[in-house]
């Protein structure tokens, strides 16, 4: 086996080609935070991102995005704005820690993994596997929203009646061009949770979201939505589009409408567009919030972990890991009394 370590924007035609094909290998590859537009759009905006290509007999059989840290520890390209990473590869049996090794780096941590990878099994952390929600609309929007719960319908029928009759006619706008609502996105997620407003203190945190919001490749597309009442936005959702269908990305929506949920009332807006549009896969993406699994009607598990090019650092990490474990189940053991 042979690793190559290059910069994204080194990879050419013929890889890209390449990477495509292996994508559509696995239905979870299939994402656009896996595609070479995602992978390159990273690149473009920050030094340290980098791909390892992996080689077998001269022929490519593997390619590893990553970032790296001070410490010379990878971690997934565009951390952590991707919601999905690791090897993307042939059916070839992959030896994580020798590509880990050759690559030079001291270790790869990835924070939400495909759990099918067969390459990253033995590397999983235990216990931190979650589904990550799918709304599949292969069914059409309409058999799918009659299958969700009753008092779900409900809820989102008077959250519609309550945002028409509080600020005006609901309307969808499906894939906004205009820089002012991506801003807008930006500004209310940012005042919302205070780990969004550091990351879009990052320039290159930005200059990513802005270019893949405009980008319409094949593999990974920006789609920004925004709810409309009347004609003020009220809510809006920047989705990233490829083969497979929607994966989501960012959300926000006007905090003084919050208790009318003009953020689901979007996201199903979205999804019945989607469908219409012949999209048939939404992924909502590894976030355990509540709504998500109420609007979902499949899933996929993901998981965390890392590969360590030195087992006796890994075995040490491990030991590490399970007492933190432990010390944590006696501290709650003891509050619990």
């Known amino acids: 086996m042979r690793v190559t370590v290059v910069k994204p924007s080194e990879l050419g035609p013929g890889e890209a080609e390449l990477w495509a094909s292996f994508q559509r290998l696995s239905p979870e590859t299939v994402n656009p935070f896996f595609s070479m537009t995602f992978v390159q759009a990273v690149g473009r905006a920050r030094p340290s991102a980098r791909v ?19 410490k010379n520890i990878a971690v997934a390209i565009g951390w952590p704005m991707n919601d999905l990473h690791g090897f993307v590869s042939s059916a070839a049996t992959i030896d994580a820690r020798s590509v880990v090794r050759m690559a030079g780096l001291r270790g790869w941590v990835f924070d939400h993994a495909p759990a099918s990878q067969q390459a990253l099994v033995r590397y999983h952390y235990r216990g931190t596997t979650v589904q990550c929600p799918v709304i599949d609309l292969t069914v059409g929007y309409e058999t799918y929203f009659r299958d969700r719960s009753r008092s779900l319908r409900r809820e989102m029928a008077r959250s519609r ?54 980008t319409d490749n094949v593999d990974c597309g920006g789609v920004l939505s925004v709810l409309l009442a009347g004609e003020k936005p009220i809510a809006f959702d920047l989705k990233l589009r490829s083969p497979r269908g929607l994966s989501g990305w960012f959300a926000a929506y006007d ?35 509540r709504y998500k699994f109420r609007l979902a009607n499949n899933s996929y598990p993901v998981i965390k972990g890392a590969v360590w090019a030195s087992p006796i650092e890994h075995l040490g990490r491990a030991i590490s890991r399970r007492f933190r474990h432990v010390a944590r189940y006696c501290i709650q053991a003891v509050k619990r009394g």
């Not at 028409?164 to 919302?192: M, T």
């Not at 009318?260 to 469908?275: C, R, Y």
């Open 255 to 289: 905090h003084g409408l919050a208790r009318f949920s003009p953020g689901i009332t979007l996201l199903l807006a979205v999804a019945q567009e989607a469908a219409r549009r012949d999209i048939a896969m939404f992924d909502l993406g590894y976030g355990q919030h």
């Open 52 to 70: 390892a290509v992996v080689e077998d007999n001269s022929k490519i059989e593997a390619f590893l995005p990553f970032e790296l840290t001070p």
């Open 161 to 214: 009646r309550g945002l028409e009759r509080e600020a005006g006619p609901l309307s969808l706008e499906w894939n906004s061009s205009n820089p002012q609502h991506l801003r807008k996105l930006i500004e209310w997620k940012s005042r919302k949770y205070d780990f969004t407003g550091l990351l879009f203190s990052d320039p290159t945190a930005l200059q990513i979201v802005e270019e893949l919001a405009m």
